[in-house]
DNA sequence: AAATAAAGCGCAATGTGCTTGCTAATTTTC
DNA sequence: GAAAATTAGCAAGCACATTGCGCTTTATTT
């Protein structure tokens, strides 16, 4: 549970990760396979890597366009002070709101927060924009850009480098 | 396996989607509980919407500062020609390097791309900069930002709109 | 409104896969 | 190079997922 420093990490286990990242359905057994390992090991080495907490939770992807989710929003914001009073309470806000997949505290000059959104159409980000987002205190530049095509959406790290 | 339009979802399979999305790991007789199902049929209704391509996957997160991937940046990529062959050749170039999360054409007069890339550090990253994604065909204009604090990081839908 | 058709739930049983203890082998350390 | 520690593999016990089936509930039709 702590945020130490890294684990050591051997061959089996990066392949472990490597499959596990990008198929978190694999049974034990496939994935035991996968990476050469008889099932009792294999098992091990992951209860390991969750204990440890490089395995931080498993999730399910669903498909936004068959849920008549279609729109996703890239919304850089900008905060007119810089104070942790405003940071605070803008997150806390933002949290609130499901529409909200990510959020992060950024450099550059142009924006202190990249958000990212998933709504209905157009319609709906309209609506979310101006009763959600800008009325967040603080909040002074908003610029919308839209998805038009997912080239690549993923969850996976490159593990190449461990 | 069609993109074909919505399917009819009651107000069981919301839950089962809401509680999967965010926890992946849950066996089907935890999750039939939470649902207010027996296994069996909460079975049947996972298995649906797997068939239905509702679900589309799952997957593993692992935790990047652990792994040694403390720097995650958000770059804006303009293009010079806006060319069907520009922006096939970026996306499959983009497609080859493990450290590119995510990567979405979007609208906006600033850039075309905006891509999400998971590095060790500055170095790395300026690395990765040089060599790979300023020598892409057709790139014109790089804009980066560095995340300071992740506020949401989820892959969560907001399913309160179905 | 009554009857019929359709869909879905729950029970029970079967089969598969996960997990834990133990022994042997391999790797690491001094 | 020897001892100690870590780890793989085997086998057994156990828990869980899944499939068939009867029954209830909901939807449809006349």
Known sequence: MNNEKLVKLDRIDRKILEELQRHGELSNQELSERVGLSPSPCSRRVKALE???????R??????????????????????????????AFERQVGEYPEVQECYL??????????????????????????????????SGVHSSFVLRRVIDSTALPLGYL
Do not use: C, S, W
């Open 106 to 139: 950024i450099t550059g000059q142009d924006a202190d927060y990249m958000i990212k959104v998933v709504v209905p159409d157009m319609d709906h980000y309209h609506e979310f924009l101006l009763n959600k987002i800008t009325r967040i205190q603080g909040v």
């Open 51 to 57: 204990d440890a907490g490089i395995i931080v939770r």
């Open 59 to 88: 999730v399910t992807i669903l498909d936004h366009k068959k849920l008549g989710l279609a729109l996703t929003a890239i919304i850089l914001i900008g905060m007119d002070r810089h104070t942790p009073e405003r940071f605070e």
